[in-house]
């Protein structure tokens, strides 16, 4: 079973940066997608939104428009870590954000807790 657990949420002044990790375990396969997905305030569980992804072969990245040039999403194979470094952030990055697996044959999806990232002054 594939497990995942998000760290370095916090608050954040807005034009500031932080960097989101996920360590993964439960698995030896490289055939998956990683991905950071958000849930801002008052949204559901169904409204969460892509981030960013990563594919655990080959390298892909994808970026939402919203973060495109202000986020790098990276992948540590070795190490089953997942990253998410975001720069110049604005109280419209207030989420909770949540790290995401997805199995590429399968496409069965596991989900972190997610961890809290709250920009405000």
């Known amino acids: 079973q594939v497990q995942l657990v998000e760290s370095g949420g916090g608050l954040v002044q807005p034009g500031g940066s932080l960097r989101l990790s996920c360590a993964a375990s439960?698995?030896?396969?490289?055939?998956?997608?990683m991905g950071w997905y958000r849930q801002p305030p008052g949204k559901d569980r169904e409204e969460r939104e892509l981030?960013?992804?990563?594919?655990?072969?080959?390298?892909?990245?994808g970026y939402a428009d919203s973060v495109k040039g202000r986020s790098t999403v990276n992948l540590d194979t070795a190490k089953k870590a997942l990253y998410l470094q975001m720069n110049n952030l604005t109280p419209e990055d207030t989420a909770i954000y949540y790290c995401?697996?997805?199995?590429?044959?399968?496409?069965?999806?596991?989900w972190g807790r997610g961890t809290q990232v709250v920009v405000s002054s």
């Open positions: 995401r697996f997805k199995t590429t044959t399968t496409q069965v999806v596991s």
């Open positions: 439960g698995f030896t396969f490289s055939n998956y997608e």
């Open positions: 981030v960013a992804s990563i594919m655990g072969r080959g390298g892909g990245t």
